[in-house]
């Protein structure tokens, strides 16, 4: 229990005061671990009734906005455990700050041809989704997809026609430009490549793709190498980046004007993030492992010499050989081990300049994000690397690109950055608790809370907006209680600690099961500081 907290330990008054209590008893039980003397309905989904007075799914033709038919609810009749936990004493969300509550469409909406995949399905669910009172929806726009074949021939067709079903719902959008490859993460349920165009380039240049100290690529993103570097069929990457923003920002220039796009998130690296791609599970990487350094590629090689001789030891123009491999433990390397190289001289020069491309690569993409987008608010999205941080090198989170050792903070140096462009905050894993996320590697030292509110109090004193997601699928209680608590933390003197807004990863059919969907409804109206007198699928049963 110590070693869940100490990373709270010295940071302000504020963050301890809006950290959460935990009691002996929760330690080590994992997230649906029932609670001791609850109770539980066996409920049969097939005494409710499944149709409710909406709009009903019709063809492509139909307006989607119509009310004059009915949702299709999704038919469940298998029985289902629902707790209803009595005299669960819960804190009251009413009066709180309203935090918008958006939720992400599934990877694959459009697939490969730039077509919507089942456009009834999708206004239907989007019905659904309404009917909970989300304010909008998140959808990834893919480079693969949209550049797929002939670089500056863009195919923007089915976004075209979501957007409009979207709009026609009176529901907002949030889109994410994706400059990364989807499949081989976790999570990752559809595989769409980097465009082909720039797979072609790949095979002549394998340079222009992230490499570890094995010459071992990752095909998820360009290297930061390439921002400057005209090895794209005669373009950088930055006007790569800028060219397809801009094309979207004339293409849907009615959205924009209209107010149905409220926010682009920036797609920074893999997954979307801004770090390096450390973690690599097409690489081999599992889960607690270190990860590996990703600068090996020729361009970003070149950087790091360079670096070295600016500061009069070229020796230094090196990667660390003595750091582990990707599923090493921080004590078997000398470079992460607890004294060890990480606190050199040497060291501290490489992860300063690693992390400093870091910066640099977000800051130049923000920059031309703000000239594409211009009056509309930008994001970007930072990662969630809570595994090892309660060790004394942070190994994990050094890999990424995240130089948080020796009382420096990573993240104030990046909220520095993202505010010079204006620009919010996302950052995921809210739902996490420390005590229970790694009950299969307590040797881990995982600290997602503590993560959490390190990240959460950097962007709130650099005066930015912070928004949130979740990081796994989450259903249960428990789980929305933990969110909101982060999202409108106790305790905030001064007002202005909670998120701008907060995205549920992501839309699915569990989702909708309606014992899931009842508390999905009831946690949307706390993020929106009501009280949950009326859902749609519990008022059947008396469970408040």
Known sequence: MAAAFSSLVGQPRAILSASPTVSCSQIRKPANFPLQNSRFFLVNSSSVPRT???????????????DDHSINWPSYDDPKVV??????????????????????????????????????????QLKILKSAKVDGVVVECWWGIVEAHTPQRYNWSGYKRLFEIVRDLNLKLRVVMAFHECGGNVGDDVHIPLPQW???????????????KDLRRTHECLTWGVDNERVLGGRIALEVYFDLMRSFRVKFDEFFENGVISEIEIGLGPCGELRYPSHPAKLGWK?????????????LFNSLQK???????????????????????????????????????????????????????????LGLANLSFKGTPIAAK?????????????????????????????????????????????????????????????????DPEGLVWQVLNVAWEAYIP??????????????????????????????????SAFTYLRLSP?????????????????????????LSWSHFWNLE
């Open 52 to 66: 409710c007075t909406m709009a009903m799914v019709g063809d492509d033709n139909v307006d989607p906005a119509r």
């Open 83 to 124: 707790d209803v936990t009595p005299g669960l004493q819960e804190r009251d969300f009413r009066d709180t700050p309203y935090i918008p509550v958006y939720v992400m469409l599934p990877m694959g909406i459009i697939n490969m041809e730039c077509e919507i995949v089942d456009a009834n399905n999708l206004v239907n």
């Open 198 to 212: 720039i797979t072609e380039i790949g095979y002549r240049n394998p340079d222009i793709f992230f490499s570890d």
């Open 287 to 299: 889960y607690p492992g270190i990860g590996e350094f990703q600068c090996y590629d020729k361009y």
């Open 307 to 365: 670096a070295a001789e600016a500061s009069g030891s070229s020796s230094s123009g090196k990667g660390p050989w003595n750091a582990g491999s990707y599923n090493s433990k921080p004590q078997n390397t000398e470079f992460f081990r607890d004294g060890g190289e990480y606190n050199s001289i040497y060291g501290r020069f490489f992860l300063k300049w690693y992390t400093q491309v870091l910066i640099d690569h977000g800051d130049q993409v």
């Open 382 to 446: 930072l990662p969630g690397i809570y595994w090892w941080r309660n060790t004394k090198s942070g190994a994990a989170e050094l890999t990424a690109g995240f130089y948080s050792v020796n009382c420096r903070d990573g993240y104030s140096p990046i909220a520095s950055m993202l505010k010079k462009h204006e620009a919010a905050l996302n950052f995921t894993c809210l739902e996490l608790h420390t005590v229970y996320r790694d009950i299969d590697f307590p040797e881990a030292l995982a």
């Open 466 to 499: 912070v928004a949130g997601e979740n990081a796994r699928p989450c259903y249960h209680r428990e789980g929305y209680n933990k969110i909101l608590e982060n999202a409108k933390p106790r305790n905030d003197p001064f007002g202005r600690h909670y998120l």
């Open 510 to 534: 569990t989702l909708l099961e309606k014992h899931n969907f009842m508390e999905f409804e009831r946690f949307v109206q706390k993020m929106h500081g009501v009280q949950c007198n009326y």
